[in-house]
């Protein structure tokens, strides 16, 4: 009998142990989850999902043609628009494509009004523009959609920068690699 009872306590003990490791194993799960979760809700791993519903229905109200249309602007309000140059920029590549540069120059979009205030803020534009050529992957610059991300990039460093709503575009003049 004693070995019959030994065997029995072999059993449970193995059968706790596959519970309990079944319990851990789930409880990981629901935490990994929880904190995926969290870090796409705030922001952390993928950008916020509102503000890609309101791109979206920006676009849905310009259409989807507006960034290369006049943008909704008639020619009565032309006169509210100014094109700032930003200084040409030659930034060297880092990485495997040392010894490669790009050439870059590009005019900001801002509304005439606002066009002396971002003019005084031009130098911290320039900084923050070769800053961010400076540090992107120079395979990032080849790929086929490059130019435009590239555009969204620097718009949001130069809103940054001037504040918010008063540079509508920045329009790529000049993009060599070489």
Do not use: C, W
Request: net charge negative; charged share 20%.
């Amino acid at each position: 009998m004693a070995e019959s009872d030994g065997q029995k306590d072999a059993a449970s003990r193995t059968r706790r142990t596959t519970r309990t490791g079944l319990l851990v194993g789930v409880g990981a799960m629901v935490l990994g989850a929880g904190a995926g979760f969290a870090a796409v809700r705030t922001g952390l791993i993928l950008p916020d999902p509102a503000t890609h519903a309101k791109d979206a229905a920006a676009e849905a109200a310009t259409g989807p043609e507006a960034p290369f249309a006049d943008s909704g602007r008639g020619a009565e309000t032309a006169a509210d628009v100014a094109f700032l140059p930003v200084d040409p920029l030659v930034v060297s590549l880092a990485g495997p494509a040392q010894g490669r540069h790009l050439r870059f120059r590009a005019e900001l979009e801002v509304e005439a009004a606002a066009a002396a205030e971002v003019t005084e803020l031009m130098p911290r534009v320039v900084d923050v523009m070769n800053g961010y050529l400076r540090a992107v992957d120079p395979a990032e610059l080849e790929a086929q959609g490059a130019l435009s991300a590239l555009r969204a990039q620097l718009l949001r460093r130069v809103e940054l920068v001037v504040g918010h709503g008063r540079v509508s575009d920045v329009l790529v003049m000049e993009f060599v690699l070489s």
